[in-house]
């Protein structure tokens, strides 16, 4: 069913919850969230966000019942080897790859058990919230095994003498590690990503999609760049720009009291770190500022 306002899938609660949030309304997409409501109508652009858990946000786009939606990739590639395997369709449209939600997949055993690759694995019970990812997996390394599906507290399921070993998302390694856990095997690498259902759009849906899109890139590439001011010894300024990341293009200007010295202006596409302000400091640079960018387009 075709609405004309845009329909975006977020999830409502969870681990990619507020920064999918935080990117929209950074795109300039005006909302306000009140208590348990799952449709949220935007204020000022024709689009209407779906507050769902992110187990549905693959389906709801494979279905064509919402325009676009931001999920993990381990959810997006689970879903899809599932329905693939009923015989109802997976397709959707990759759209960007997003700056958040990193995390890997991974089997984990016992930390005090010997590991010397998959086929230690053969015979074993893996219990995991991803069991068609970990039999593609497994079939891969050519090993059987037999699966113990749990939706949550999967590190908890050795040692409560659920299974052998687990497959699950693993990014500081802290929950394996208080279960007395070990990372084996990485079977998948996985960021957020935004996507859209195939098919059609209306030619007004498809220009707000682009305007999101390119308001997304610039809010990703701000976020990731700084803008640096500083003051240097002329005769330095070569040395001190090639310390500088991405300084092809400073710009350089007098100052009015120190005819010696200049201050150079850029935007540098990472961060600068400690150790090369000391570098710089030592070339003779003060005042040496470095800024957030709020936005930014090319
Ligand atoms: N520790 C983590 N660090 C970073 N990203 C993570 C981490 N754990 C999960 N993610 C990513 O966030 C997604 C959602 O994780 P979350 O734990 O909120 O899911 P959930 O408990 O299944 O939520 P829901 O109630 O919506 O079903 C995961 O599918 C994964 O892509
Ligand atoms: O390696 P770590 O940094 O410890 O993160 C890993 C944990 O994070 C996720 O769960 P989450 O905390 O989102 O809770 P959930 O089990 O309720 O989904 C995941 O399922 C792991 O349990
Ligand atoms: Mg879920």
Not at 148 to 170: F, K, Q, T, Y
């Amino acid at each position: 069913m075709q609405t004309q306002r845009l329909r975006i899938a977020i999830q409502k609660k969870g681990r990619l919850s507020t920064e999918c949030k935080d990117l929209l309304k950074r795109c300039g997409v005006k909302f306000n969230l009140i208590g348990e409501r799952l449709v949220v109508h935007c204020e000022n652009m024709p689009i209407d966000l779906l507050l769902v858990r992110d187990d549905d946000i693959p389906g709801l786009i494979m279905d064509g019942v919402v325009d676009l939606g931001f999920i993990g990739e381990n959810e997006l590639e689970e879903v899809g080897l599932e329905r693939a395997a009923r015989g109802e369709p997976s397709h959707y449209e990759m759209l960007r790859r997003l700056d958040f939600g990193g995390c890997r997949l991974s089997i984990a055993i016992d930390k005090d058990e010997e590991y010397l690759g998959p086929q230690d694995l053969q015979g074993k019970r893996i219990a995991t919230t991803y069991p068609q990812l970990v039999k593609r997996y497994m079939t891969e390394q050519g090993v059987t095994f037999s699966t113990c599906m749990l939706n949550g507290s999967v590190e908890v399921a050795p040692r409560a003498g659920l299974a052998d070993a687990i497959c699950d998302l693993v990014s500081t390694g802290a929950t394996l590690e208080a279960n007395g856990l070990k990372e084996v095997e990485v079977i998948l690498q996985s960021k957020a990503v935004l996507i859209q259902r195939s098919g059609d759009f209306s030619a007004d849906k498809q220009a707000l999609i682009e305007r999101l899109l390119t308001r997304m890139q610039g809010v990703i590439q701000a976020k990731e760049s700084k803008y640096i001011m500083l003051h240097a010894p002329t005769e330095c300024l070569e040395q001190v720009t090639a310390l500088l990341p991405g300084a092809e293009d400073p710009t350089v200007l007098p100052l009015s009291h120190d005819k010696s010295r200049v201050a150079v202006h850029l935007v540098s596409s990472e961060n600068l770190f400690w150790e090369t302000m000391e570098q710089l400091k030592a070339l003779g640079a003060s005042s040496i500022l470095v800024l957030p960018i709020e936005k930014m387009m090319e």
